[in-house]
């Protein structure tokens, strides 16, 4: 069945370093690929998604890159800053909504300035 | 916009006792809402799905007879936990959205903790 495989944290960094969280995925067919975000205290936030292969999502200077050939979903961000502290999820979906959501299990990310 | 709450956001309680938690959509109509589960250092579970008006469609493995969800609003879900036990200790969390094949918003989850 469908899967997500992310790396585990935590991940700790000083501001302004690169981010690299990276994921993984098994699907059947083509399936949406996502980067959720869960700032401390609240509800998860849709980050950044991508719908088909080689597509680019990104925002708040965070990217990630549909890789079919790889099967990968990688989060990078080029200078972190101590407000992206959070955990990170990676979540696959068999449509471009996002419903029927598999979830990785999460990478804590610790940024001090 | 699109503001999910959750209450209580946490909750202990003795073995055999249930309890209810409920998901509120605040400024928008959910016909859907989802209520997931989750262990630590685990991945988000999907326990079931609910349409506005119907009976949750529960996933594999879940039993309905124990995790009771009603969607009775466009603005609220509950998830009654019944005869709780210490397995069932764990992070629920829910999420909203306007339609089935819309984007969800998640609550920020109720930690439940079973003596």
């Known amino acids: 069945g469908n899967s997500v495989t992310q790396m585990e944290g935590p991940v700790t960094l000083s501001e302004e370093a690169f981010l690299t969280i990276n994921c993984t995925y098994t699907a059947t067919g083509y399936p949406s690929l996502f980067w959720y975000v869960q700032y401390p205290g609240e509800g998860l936030q849709l980050l950044l998604k991508?719908?088909?292969?080689?597509d680019k999502g990104s925002n708040k200077g965070f990217e990630a890159t549909y890789r079919k050939e790889t099967t990968s979903f990688h989060l990078e961000k080029g200078s972190v800053q101590v407000s992206d502290s959070a955990v990170y999820f990676c979540a696959l979906s068999s449509n471009q909504a996002g419903t029927a959501l598999i979830f990785g299990k999460g990478t804590t990310l610790s940024v001090s300035s | 916009g699109a503001v999910v709450s959750q209450h209580p956001s946490w909750v202990i309680c003795k073995s055999g006792t249930s309890v209810k938690i409920e998901c509120r959509s605040l400024d928008f109509q959910a016909t859907t809402m989802f209520w997931y589960r989750q262990f630590p250092k685990q991945s988000l579970m999907l326990m079931a799905t609910?349409?506005?008006?119907?009976?949750?469609?529960?996933e594999q493995g879940v039993e309905k007879d124990k995790f009771l969800i009603n969607h009775a609003s466009l603005t609220l879900s509950t998830l009654t936990v019944t005869s709780a036990h210490p397995e069932d200790s764990s992070f629920y969390i829910c999420?909203?959205?306007?339609?089935?094949?819309?984007?969800?918003?998640f609550g920020p989850g109720t930690r439940l903790t079973v003596l």
């Open positions: 991508a719908t088909k292969a080689d």
């Open positions: 609910s349409n506005e008006g119907s009976k949750a469609t529960y």
């Open positions: 999420s909203a959205s306007r339609g089935s094949t819309d984007t969800q918003y």
